[in-house]
């Protein structure tokens, strides 16, 4: 290791000599060769960080809609359908809107590096829980030199069902991301009245 070390310093003085007296220098082979994997290992790295970062966004959105969504949604049928509508679908204040706003889908810089194609938010009410699945589908990472080869050749033994579904979301996209949070019907808070007072 003291060896590369010396070999290096040795290297770069002799590469700072030649540029203070004005001469060319010749490119070093660890620029050349060790600079462009670095940057391909940062890349790969980068694309690996956007997964976590999907799905910590997902998990902070999901609580979001579940909790507004029980604090704002009514028990009576008959508004059932601003629920669906105003409360979910606004595109100006809606759950939906929110949601999409957070995770990425406004910005173009945050779209393109999440690899985000479509949001979908649903609600099933039940008899005492509230079901919100928030589910994302992404494109393609675009990591083209990890798709040159098919996966079965990628995910042979004893790689199993997990580097499919990797090599499916770096290569072919259309993958989804689910979220499901569970919420009792509603815990609006409710004006307290003293007996007799009204």
Request: aromatic residues 10%.
């Amino acid at each position: 290791m003291r060896t590369a070390f010396q070999t290096l310093a040795g290297r770069l003085a002799r590469a700072s000599g030649c540029l203070r007296a004005g001469r060319p220098g010749q490119a070093m082979t660890e620029v050349v060769l060790l600079f462009p994997i670095f940057l391909l290992i940062v890349f790969i790295t980068a694309k690996i960080f956007a997964l976590l970062v999907l799905m910590q966004k997902l998990e902070i959105a999901a609580y979001y809609a579940a909790r507004r969504w029980q604090l704002e949604s009514h028990l009576n049928a008959d508004h059932s359908g601003w629920d669906q509508t105003t409360l979910l679908k606004d595109p100006n204040q809606g759950i939906e809107a929110a949601v999409r706003g957070y995770i990425g889908f406004d910005t173009p810089a945050v779209k393109k590096f999440l690899n985000l194609k479509d949001l979908k938010i649903e609600v099933v009410r039940t008899q005492v829980w509230n079901v919100i699945t928030i589910t994302v589908t992404t494109d393609p990472a675009g990591v083209k030199l990890l798709c040159k080869y098919p996966k079965q050749a990628v995910c042979t033994q004893p790689y199993g069902a997990a580097c499919m579904n990797g090599h499916d979301y770096l290569c072919q996209g259309g993958k989804s991301m689910e979220v499901i949070k569970y919420v009792p019907n509603r815990d609006r808070p409710i004006q307290f009245v003293l007996p007799g007072l009204k």
